[in-house]
């Protein structure tokens, strides 16, 4: 079972940053439209941010409430996709995953949702956890 691998979470304090990794050793990245989603407790799981694949003209997405926040980017040497989370609130502790496009996406609308939601991407990884607390 192909799998994404997630890093990069902890706790921090209100206004704190961290900087999650995604990346895999079975397939390259490039070609893919990748996605951060997260899940918190007692809520559905939320695409957060998604990114169109290398080669096309690199759209990016965000949920609403992390507009201005975070930044998804990509490390094309690395293999690696990250989300740079700044100005941490406690609304965005969650477990963070990572996915795959599996329906042929070759970008991503910056101003729809429907992008980037979980049902279009697959080889979820196992997560990471990201907790903002004082």
């Known amino acids: 079972q192909l799998q994404l691998v997630e890093s990069g979470g902890g706790r921090v304090q209100p206004g704190g940053s961290l900087r999650l990794s995604c990346t895999t050793s079975e397939f390259s990245l490039d070609y893919y439209a990748i996605g951060w989603f997260r899940r918190a407790p007692g809520k559905e799981r939320e695409g957060v941010s998604c990114i169109a694949t290398a080669g096309s003209d690199g759209n990016t997405y965000y949920a609403h409430s992390v507009r201005g926040r975070f930044t998804i980017s990509r490390d094309n040497a690395k293999n690696t996709i990250y989300l740079q989370m700044n100005s941490l609130k406690p609304e965005d502790t969650a477990v963070y995953y990572c996915?795959?496009?599996?329906?042929?996406?070759?970008?991503?609308?910056?101003?729809?949702?429907?992008?980037?939601?979980?049902?279009?991407?697959?080889?979820w990884g196992q997560g990471t956890q990201v907790t903002v607390s004082s």
């Open positions: 996915a795959r496009d599996v329906v042929g996406l070759d970008t991503v609308d910056p101003t729809d949702a429907l992008s980037c939601r979980a049902d279009d991407y697959d080889y």
